[in-house]
């Protein structure tokens, strides 16, 4: 809310400087979060005559000016035309700092001096555009400063509110905050409204279909009035806090809104089908072209203001072109009404249609001042464009309630604010802030809020009052009781951090998303239509249609950081994510809210370096970050499945994780098609693993051998083997004679082409013996051996080379 110092004054008498009253509306909760003081630094800018004015000798479109500021005659070299000798002019004179750090210095001008410049409104910051210097009122002091002689000396004030102060959103309300903090009386702006005697509802009707948005509709009608621009007071009030001026009846509006808090509508009345108003319901799919000259389609929960045929407004949000006050306008219909917040927030948010207007609906006018705020506006709008208003106003008011009664403990909130206020001092501030008060034999006290004040709800909300106005630097400081408890962490919690721990002892780095994401994401990632992750929550109210559902994978916000982070030309990279994902169940309100971790990786495996092969990361990496997380979470009989991957993967390059019978995860890489679909131009290899179910399967103490003292033997076997066959079988069937000299399998080379036949791939197996007793012979160490070469002939079928 924008509100200036001297406007403030108007409506109530203080002696504070603009920096003492910022702090104290800030005290009260109405933080100022900015301060220009208008026309600071301009005083080299002066009021000035020109006492001769002619040709410039060696220049057509100029002239030579001899201008006298009161202490100096000057000569000036002036392009501009719209002035004669004898004007009233602005004269920044040598030194001056002008708008857009613009400093007026000594110069020639095609052959005369210049020690000055005539100044316009546009080049004194007071306008968008001018046509000419500023002409000046005659009779003012020469030699004055500019802004103070015009009056426009004035400190803006830019205060931010929370949603709760919509009281606030006027000068009025701003005033009363200080009225009621200095004990002040508050001059309220008066209505002079000469009526005619003829009857309103003999020129307009006002119905009603939906008193739920629209409790309260008040109209007056103006006849013989004149469009024309604004006077300079009203013009110069709506600059100063960043109104644009349009016409003297759309300003009048503009002002009362600012100065009231109640935003109005001028009609062209005779635009107005049957000269009546209908507020109803939008029909679902109805149109409507707002005064922005933009077509918005309608639906049924939007409220609109209806003439006998049409739309003609967007109620509380916005007029409409086929009704907007023009040049021609002689017959006014002004509203003023109150409408339901929710709905206008609701259409407001769902046309991106942000106005003053909706802004102050959205967040609660005051009810009981819809016919104060019309009548302001009729009386000015008779004053300054002429014209008559009719006898009496039409004020549709449906389903008038009583104001509610708040039981208020003065001892209560002195213990909850941690004061000693006497009972006297309580009830004074809650009469200053316009509070009905009434004693109760038990001591409590009735109070009845003004309607303005429609934040008051409760009790806590009027402790909350005495604590703004009595100070909250009158409140003590005191240290809280507490107890000092040792919080041991879950195993949940344990696990969640040695995880995080080990992935980024692997060079990951954690990232965080949001936890919502787009309707899309699911066919990005190819799942098929009958997958379980298609199945999202949306939310209710989402600020933008990319986050407007909970994610059930955390796939796709890892992709879009990974492409994120790529286009910034961070080209290496290693992510981890580990939050939870929301899938819905089947009749329950609530979804089920498991942890998953998903990791990316990409680029280079070392990154740069002159000592480095710089090779690019591939499936093994991926993968082997896993064997190790799995490793020392002491999760065994993990194995490789690559008969079911995921449908984002490459098919031949990826594989389920399964531990003993559970599916805990997956690994592979980036699917191209899902690799195109998030903007990626280079492999990315990826692993995602359920938590929950890593937690059931981890064990919660690892035992931990001492190495053997003997010394270890190796053999190897070379053999052939099917190329279906997954290594990992050959690996089992080794495991699978069970014996306890067996220390180590390792698989150290795998080969196909030439000297292989075709459908057979050469492997190389490595074998440790060692054992812990003794030193192995090599008779002991052969029995082993040729047990695992027989169970490989006869188990997987391979032949040995």
Known sequence: MNVTYNWLKEFVDFDLTPDQLADLLTML???????????????????????????????????????????????????????????????????????????????????????????????????????????????????????????????????????????????????????????????????????????VDKNISVTVEDAEYCPRYAARYLSGCRIAPSPEWL???????????????????????????????????????????????????????????????LTGDDLVI???????????????????????????????????????????KRLGLHTESSHRFERGVDIGGVIHALDRAASLIMELAGGQVAKGSLDVYLGRRE???????????????????????AIGILKRLECAVKELPEGALAVVPPSYRIDLEREIDLVEEIARLNGFDHIPATLPLARVVSDRPT????????????????????????????????????????????????????????????????LPGVLETVAR?????????????????????????????PLYVVGALTGSRDGLGW???????????????????????????????????????????????????????????????????????????CFELDFEKMLTLARQKRTISAPSRFPDSTRDIAMLAPVELPVEKIVECIHSVKAKEVEQVDIFDVYQGKGIPDGFKSIAVRIRYRSYERTLTDDETGRVHGKIVDSLLNKVKVSIR
């Open 306 to 348: 209806c003439d006998a045929e049409r739309p003609v407004a967007l109620a509380g949000v916005m007029g409409g072109e086929n009704s907007e006050i023009a040049d021609t306008t002689t017959n006014i219909l002004l509203e003023s009404a109150w409408f339901l917040p929710s709905a206008i927030r609701k259409t407001s």
């Open 403 to 425: 104001p509610e009664t708040i039981i208020f403990r003065p001892e209560r909130a002195n213990a909850m604010i941690g004061i000693d206020l006497p009972r006297e001092e």
């Open 235 to 297: 013009v110069k009030r709506l600059n100063a806090i960043g109104v644009r001026s349009i016409n003297n009846v759309v300003d009048v509006t503009n002002l009362v809104m600012m100065e009231l808090g109640q935003p109005l509508h001028a009609f062209d009345c005779d635009r107005l089908a049957g000269q009546r108003i209908v507020v109803r319901r939008a029909g679902e799919g109805e149109r409507f072209t707002t005064l922005d000259s933009q077509q918005r389609t």
């Open 491 to 554: 195993r949940h919690q344990q696990l969640e951090k040695s995880v995080r721990d080990i992935l980024v002892k692997h060079g990951m780095n954690e990232i965080i998303n949001f936890s919502f994401t787009a309707p899309g994401a699911a066919d990005k990632l190819l799942l098929p239509v009958d997958d379980s992750r298609r199945s999202t929550i949306r939310l209710a109210n989402p600020l933008v249609d990319e986050q407007s559902v909970m994610r059930t994978t955390l």
């Open 611 to 685: 000592s480095r092969a710089n090779e690019a990361v591939d499936f093994y990496d991926a993968k082997g970050i896993i064997e190790n997380l799995l490793n020392q979470l002491s999760i065994g009989g993990v194995k490789w499945v690559a008969d079911a991957p995921e449908p984002f993967y490459h098919p031949g390059k990826s594989c389920s994780i399964v531990a003993g019978r559970e599916r805990i995860g997956s690994v592979g890489e980036l699917h191209p098609t899902v690799q195109d679909n998030f903007g990626l131009d280079k492999p990315v290899y």
């Open 29 to 199: 909760g109405l933080e100022v979060e900015g301060m220009e003081k208008l026309g600071e630094g301009m005083d080299d800018v002066v009021v000035a005559v020109v006492e001769e004015k002619r040709q410039h000798p060696n220049a057509d479109k100029l002239s030579l000016c001899r201008v006298n500021s009161g202490t100096e005659v000057l000569d000036v070299v002036c392009g501009a035309q719209n002035f004669k000798q004898g004007d009233t002019v602005a004269l920044a004179k040598i030194g001056a700092t002008l708008p857009g750090d613009f400093k007026i210095k000594r110069s020639k001008i095609r052959g005369e001096e210049s020690c000055g410049m005539l100044c316009s409104e546009k080049e004194l910051g007071l306008s968008a555009e001018s046509a000419g210097i500023m002409v000046l009122p005659a009779g003012l002091k020469l030699g004055t400063p500019i802004f103070a002689a015009l009056g426009l000396k004035d400190t803006l004030l830019e205060i931010g509110l929370t949603p709760n102060r919509a009281d606030c959103l006027s000068a009025v309300g701003i005033a009363r905050e200080i009225a009621a903090k200095l004990g002040q009386k508050i001059r309220c702006p008066e209505n002079a409204i000469k009526e005619s005697d003829e009857p």
């Open 565 to 593: 982070n790529i286009s910034f030309r961070s080209l290496d990279l290693k992510l981890f994510e580990m939050r939870r994902v929301y899938l819905p169940v089947p009749g329950e309100e609530m979804p089920h809210e």
